[in-house]
């Protein structure tokens, strides 16, 4: 169970705000985010825009949840970043597939823990999405889902606090001593380190190696 802070925002779902139509472009694109495999596979072997318009019309044609399926595409521009559209960030594809949580509980940026956000989604079986912000920039990645097949990693707790890395200060782990600590706020996903990270059975956190090479 995730340790509540004393501070925690909650909002239950509610009718989004106006937000400018998408173009069909876009309902097209992220179309295969909730086909089966199979069609999926059918829908992106097209080449012609003409031919996935028609695989289009005629799949919701047979298919309840139009409607919603391009007011989703439509919302999920809100999880936009500076760098990323909505729909490939990881709140934007949940959001896109499951449509909008029940209930959200938003934690803020800690001494202690990242930012984080937890969807809930209690018409769907009480399931629910960890989304944690490392970067402290927007830019949620989704660590936890209760639901089979999605992006799960087994210390995800861990990953909502920052990495405490042990150095050799004073004698430090050569001699026994209890090691000073400092933080890694980005090592342990930063595409630009490459040093391995995994967990430390001294800490019970993720460990990176004491210096962190930066490509």
């Not at 086909?35 to 097209?46: E, K, T, V």
Request: hydrophobic share 30%; proline share 8%; aromatic share 14%.
């Amino acid at each position: 169970t995730v340790r509540k802070p004393v501070m925690i925002a909650r909002e239950t779902a509610a009718a989004a705000p106006d937000e400018t139509p998408v173009s069909a472009d876009r309902y097209l694109e992220q179309f295969p985010l909730v086909l089966p495999s199979d069609q999926r596979s059918m829908f992106n072997r097209l080449t012609s825009r003409e031919a996935k318009e028609r695989f289009y019309d005629s799949y919701w044609a047979s298919t309840p949840g139009r409607e919603d399926f391009e007011e989703r595409v439509t919302g999920a521009e809100r999880y936009s970043t500076q760098f990323t559209e909505g729909w490939r960030t990881d709140r934007g594809r949940v959001f896109i597939i499951y449509g909008p949580p029940d209930e959200v509980e938003s934690v803020p940026f800690q001494v202690d823990g990242f930012p984080y956000e937890i969807w809930y989604y209690y018409q769907a079986g009480n399931q629910y999405f960890v989304f944690v912000d490392r970067n402290a920039n927007g830019s949620y990645m989704q660590i936890y889902s209760t639901i089979e097949g999605e992006v799960s990693y087994p210390n995800w707790e861990q990953m909502l606090r920052p990495i405490r890395v042990p150095t050799m200060d004073d004698g430090g782990l050569s001699d026994g001593s209890a090691p000073s600590e400092r933080i890694e706020v980005g090592c342990l996903f930063s595409s630009g380190c490459r040093n391995a990270v995994g967990p430390d059975p001294r800490h019970g956190v993720p460990a990176a190696a004491p210096a962190c090479r930066w490509s």
